[in-house]
Nanobody, 118 residues
Framework: QVQLVESGGGLAQPGGSLRLSCAAS????????MGWYRQAPGKQRELVAT???????NYADSVKGRFTCSRDNAKKLVYLQMNSLKPEDTAVYYC????????????WGQGTQVTVSS
């Protein structure tokens, strides 16, 4: 059973930084995409950033230039470095893993709250 556990959320001031981590455990197909999604109150879950097992990244326009997604394949970790935070970044952030193969499965973490407020 694959599990994803996020950490690193919390309260930050506008303009501040936070770093989220997600640890994956279990039997994971080596070719996969990991990433981060977020959901603010009353809104749909949206993509923030993804990174393939080969290191290719994709970002939402709203976070480009401020957030950086990285991963450590050997340790099964994915990170989201968030700089220049804005109040509109406030949301629950979810880690996601998708196996890239026929019949590949997707997995979600439990989420971690990020609040940006002065």
């Amino acid at each position: 059973q694959v599990q994803l556990v996020e950490s690193g959320g919390g309260l930050a001031q506008p303009g501040g930084s936070l770093r989220l981590s997600c640890a994956a455990s279990g039997s994971i197909f080596s070719i996969n995409t990991m990433g981060w999604y977020r959901q603010a109150p009353g809104k749909q879950r949206e993509l923030v950033a993804t990174i393939t097992s080969g290191g290719s990244t994709n970002y939402a326009d709203s976070v480009k230039g401020r957030f950086t997604c990285s991963r450590d394949n050997a340790k099964k970790l994915v990170y989201l470095q968030m700089n220049s935070l804005k109040p509109e970044d406030t949301a629950v952030y979810y880690c996601n893993l998708k196996e890239v193969r026929l019949g590949g499965r997707g997995y979600w973490g439990q989420g971690t709250q990020v609040t940006v407020s002065s």
